[in-house]
């Protein structure tokens, strides 16, 4: 077989004159980075490469330019091969080691001059791969400087030897499929290419080749203490260790003589607080820099301490991700990420499922997240076969996997952000994983190793889940139960160890709703520690159609044969960085601050890891009917330390003439940060404090309604069709309507169903044990929610005002909804008081129980007196208060990447369409206002859509009144809508009054 296939189907970690990993550290030794513009060739296949390409003089006048770091499917090059999205399934025959012949390959060649004087006297020359994906074969100036392997794994090659002075030509091929494609089966985009930096690192002769500066922090005398490890020669001593900003130094003359160095009273690194300290190694030939935080992480019984503090996770799962760059990482980029994720109260990240950029985790030491660093690794595509020839447990892979783990644990030891290793994602386990677990334990005995697929927990230290409902995360609590596969009593020998969810509240489309219940759960079961949610962010990638329309581009848009269709969009922020309503939500939910305002009296918990609340203004904020009546800030004494609350007097709230009067009280940052500015809100509670009822005494109808000419019935401005009953105009406005809905455009949470329900639809015992039962979207499809015919059975023309009767069912079915709509004019208003009545025999849930009415297109601005700004359904509007908000039409809906229900907002009091005009108030009935939902597209045309710009040509703007809506669940991955926050079949009243002016 020839040379190249036998790199391809290879098991080994890479070869060449291979560095020993190292911690990526500055230094103020030469380097050179090669990123830029290099000669590219694309060949469909190995055998269609170019013959000779690493050969000094080989011409390469036809090949194309490529601008390095990149993935080169991303280059707008239709001839250079395509991105490919699948989730678990790998997107080739499974046929370890083998990959398919297709196999695109890169070939890559740069010709370049040295500096001189680049190559230290006596030194040596590395050159550092940051990451490729898959497999790279390196060659300088004709010779093979060696093979790399592990895409998102730096890597380092000795190439003193190949390297001359003057001019150079360097040349890497890559193939997009290697073996190690069976190790690198995330849920994401696959994306070849050389995508993170190709560097010359020069290494001085006797320089200080690798440190690790371990800081350890005791909470009980507050003082550090350096436990440095020096990688260098003998000859590279005496070393000097020095933190200037604690005036501590130690030289050691030798080796053996390096020992830990007490710093006395230092200030602690958390994420609350991160304080990091400049760290100076150097010896005669060679300077390295690097920050260090001191900090203790350990594990004593079910918790897990920082600093002797119980952690408390609020995090994401962040993958690296940009639309137009794929995994290339921008420094900037992700600094604005990591903003934006401090300004909503998250503090931690998995690094799902790679090690990041190194740069990545400055940031996060420096901003202040609990990081748990994830290896390269992942083969999910083997659950289809019951993880039979799963490489976790083969022993051809041994190598390669604790290769892995060495060298993404050496790059990262520094970093205090840095309090978890994990071993990887969804690989099964074996003894693999079991050699990967115990050899980060033995070269780190401090950092709890997490691995999710460990349920049994026999090698790793926390016990992590996915998707778990609060029910189970309670049992294991406990100690009870024991999913399906577990063995009996797994759960009790657990239960005295630390728990993480490492995935959560699946954030596809609209949702994830629950967070609310989860939070609860964290804070009130003992061994729980928080959880990330799934994911930060989409990875929709920036396309156009032919037409020329921008849109954001998930699996099977580029033809792929297999893949996953959208499960790529499943972020609190959209692929563009808009954050969508789920974040606030999130922020709201999770935010450490917890405020409880009254009246006249406020309690706030101080739920941080560190620090009090002298960093706060409590500013108290009082509006009548959503005017702001007055502001004023309130004197609090810090709340602190962490963990304490405080109860504060608030002052007497005025009593408004009439309608509501709410109070909120928000918490501020008190002064600018690192990560936002004064002013920004940490925390917010609402409460209502007045309301004074109208006297609105049923009078008499002010107008009797007339039966006009052409079937048309007058009822003051109103016009009705008098065959329907139908509202067709009010003064001049265009205003059709009522019918009733029950359907919604399903969410990705509705449409997919591999997860449990809570509602029962039919017996368990029907589908078999463990089966799911149907995706809501299909019950509701089933029950014919989304074709309801409607018949009329009553319009009757009263003195008091018009009374109408409809009949809503499906065909072929029983079970049928009465809508009675009665409408009077009542002081000058058009007044509609609606009644809902559902038959019997209804099953499952309702989407909704709305009133449809049709308005004229291309709507603008509107204002309304209810809920917001960000649309909120019943498990999810913690984020949501009472207020006026005003917005663009189509800004009330959220621009997913799959069309899906969007824009609800619950509690309408008012709303105002000036460009009719029109004037919508909605009064209470039995204690509960209806929301409201505006959009430019109908329930059906928005779920025939697969992408935004399917949307037909508006025809009009649809307003739903809805008396309920079902929440949104978690269902697209983990639990459905929990039964509180379901909408069952039920009756439902509405009363609206109208006014066009
Ligand atoms: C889980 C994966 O770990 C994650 O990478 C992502 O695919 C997520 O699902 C869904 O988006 S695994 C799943 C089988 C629970």
Redesign the pocket.
Known sequence: MCIVYQEIRSFSPGSGDRVRPRGHIATDAASMDLSGTWRFRYSARPDLAPEGASDVDHDDADWDDIVLPCHWVLQGRDDWGRPAYT??QYPFPVEVPDVPDENPTGDHRLTFELPEGFVPDGGRVFLRFGGVESLCIASLNGIRVGVVRGSRLAQELDVTAQLQPGTNVMHLRVHQWSAHSYLED???WWLPGVFREVELLARPAAGIDDVWLRADFDPETGEGLLIPELVADAAAFPITVALPGLGVAATYASPEEVEALPVGEVDPWSADRPTLYEAEVTNAAETRTLRVGFRRVEIVGHEWLVNGTKLRIRGV?RHEFDPDHGRVFDREKAREGLLLMKQHNINAVRT??YPPHPEFLELTDELGFWVIDECDL?T?GF?FDDWQSNPTDDVRWRDALLDRVERFFERDKNHASVICWSLG??AGTGSNSAAMAAWLNRRDPERPVHY?PDHDGTHTDLVSR??ATVEEMADMSQGTGAPEEGAPGRNAVLAGRPMIL??YA?A?GNGAGGLSVYEEAFDTLPQWHGGFV??WRDHGLRHTTSGGQEFNAYGGDFGEQVHDGS??C?GMVLSDGTPTPMLAEFAAVASPIKLDVWENAMLVENRRHDGDTTDLRFVVVDEHDGRVVSEVEVDLLPVGPAGDSGIVELPDAAQPEAGQAWRTVRAELARDTAWAKRGHVVAFAQVQTHTVVESRTAKPAGEAPAIGGSGRITLGPAVFDARTGDLTSLREVALEGPRLDLWRAPTENDVLGDFPSYVDVEPAASRGAGAPGPSSADQWREAGLDRLQRRVLAVDVRQDGVRVLHRFAPAASQQSVLLELFWQMRDGELVLSADAQPSRGWKGTWPRIGLHFLLPTGLGHVEWFGTGPNESYPDSKQAAVVGRFGGDVEDLVVNYAVPQESGHRGGLRELSLPDLPLLLRADEVNGERPGFQLRAHSAHEVAAAAHPHELPTSTATHLLIDAAVHGLGSR???PDVRPEYQLRPRAAQWSLRFTAE
């Open positions: 989730n678990v995330q849920d994401q799962n799902a499922h992942e999910h659950v994602n969804e999710e996915m998707y490492c995935e699946h596809m799934w994911e499960f790529v499943d697209s991955c983990g």
